[in-house]
């Protein structure tokens, strides 16, 4: 089993910035990816970004591309996303996600373990 905890959600005006932390707890060892998505209200479940946990290799939506950084601190079992340059439309709850298995994906259909979700209210 693997635990995640979210935190640094808030409300922010547009153009501002706000970072967002995941930390792991359990079996973190099995963890090939952590993964932020996010879900607005009426809205399906999207991707945002994806990290291999052991490589950093990194993944992005098109649509956050740029503007959103995924890291990750292994010491600290805690995967980060530095959100700038908030828009109104990336207002949602974040959630971050473990997958036990490769390759990096972007489907939430295929994460194994999922945080409890964070607010983030970007104010135009």
């Known amino acids: 089993q693997v635990q995640l905890v979210e935190s640094g959600g808030g409300l922010v005006q547009a153009g501002g910035s706000l970072r967002l932390s995941c930390t792991a707890s359990?079996?973190?060892?099995?963890?090939?990816?952590m993964g932020w998505f996010r879900q607005a209200p009426g809205k399906e479940r999207e991707f945002v970004a994806a990290?291999?946990?052991?490589?950093?290799?990194?993944f992005y939506a098109d649509s956050v591309k740029g503007r959103f950084t995924i890291s990750r601190d292994n010491a600290k079992n805690t995967v980060y996303l530095q959100m700038n340059s908030l828009k109104p439309e990336d207002t949602a709850v974040y959630y971050c996600?473990?997958?036990?298995?490769?390759?990096?994906?972007?489907?939430?259909?295929?994460?194994?373990?999922w945080g409890q979700g964070t607010q983030v209210t970007v104010s135009s």
């Open positions: 359990g079996r973190t060892f099995s963890i090939y990816a």
């Open positions: 990290i291999t946990w052991s490589w950093g290799r990194t």
């Open positions: 996600a473990a997958d036990l298995s490769s390759p990096l994906r972007t489907d939430a259909n295929e994460y194994d373990y």
